[in-house]
């Protein structure tokens, strides 16, 4: 099955600079690779995916890149604000089949330092 | 729109004992899973429902765990006899059709502790 890993693990940035999360996966056939952010208490909320016929894709200040030969993708946050600051998971799955359950990564505390 | 509803919040067993968990998805979203999130981790898939039947239950420990969705719209998740390793978060979700085209909308969790 599929194997997602993510890094780093924790990510402690100042206010107004970049943040980069990096996840390799195992499985050439995944296809759908979603970002989850999710705050204390909370349920994962989406926050931008890429399709594997995409190289990149951009939402305001949250760009991901994805690399299909090299097996990995990267969430990229510029201009980081306080509100940032939550676990981050990276996900991957197969979409042509019935079963289309995620894979996640193990996560990255992102930390927004004022 | 409504998000999925999960009950109870939070639930404390002891080992052995039996709990049961309840998700109710998103109106009309057809295909529902359930995760299990333990603490420092990232989800896990335990078991995916296409209406009432299942899809993929190929990571739910069965001699402990069961899952049901008999009218294809409310779930339960079974836990008997509960571990301690069990403790984690039980997270529900929902998808109006194929998920990689509509998405997955997550339910907050039931965070169950075992003692």
């Known amino acids: 099955g599929e194997n997602v890993e993510q890094h780093p693990s924790t990510l402690s940035v100042q206010e107004g600079d970049s943040a980069v999360i990096k996840c390799t996966y195992s499985d050439s056939a995944s296809n759908y690779f979603p970002w989850y952010k999710q705050e204390l208490g909370k349920g994962p909320q989406l926050i931008i995916d890429?399709?594997?016929?995409?190289g990149e894709k951009k939402d305001q200040r949250i760009a991901v890149t994805l690399n299909k030969t090299a097996k990995h993708f990267s969430l990229h946050i510029t201009e980081t604000q306080p509100e940032d600051s939550a676990v981050y998971f990276c996900a991957a799955v197969y979409s042509g089949g019935g079963a289309d359950g995620l894979t996640f990564g193990k996560g990255t505390h992102l930390i927004i330092q004022p | 729109e409504a998000g999925v509803a999960q009950s109870p919040r939070y639930k404390i067993i002891e080992k052995r004992q039996s709990v049961a968990f309840w998700c109710n998805p998103i109106?009309?979203?057809?295909?529902l899973y359930w995760y299990q999130q333990i603490l420092g981790q990232g989800p896990k898939l335990l078991i995916q429902f296409q209406n009432n039947g299942v899809v993929d239950d190929s990571q739910l420990p069965k001699d402990r765990f069961s899952a049901e969705r008999l009218k294809g719209v409310d779930s339960t998740l079974k836990i008997q006899p509960a571990k301690l390793e069990d403790s984690a978060v039980y997270l529900c979700?929902?998808?109006?059709?194929?998920?990689?085209?509509?998405?997955?909308?997550f339910g907050s969790g039931t965070r169950l502790t075992v003692v």
């Open positions: 979700a929902s998808s109006l059709g194929r998920a990689t085209n509509y998405g997955y909308t």
């Open positions: 109106s009309g979203h057809a295909t």
């Open positions: 890429i399709r594997s016929n995409v």
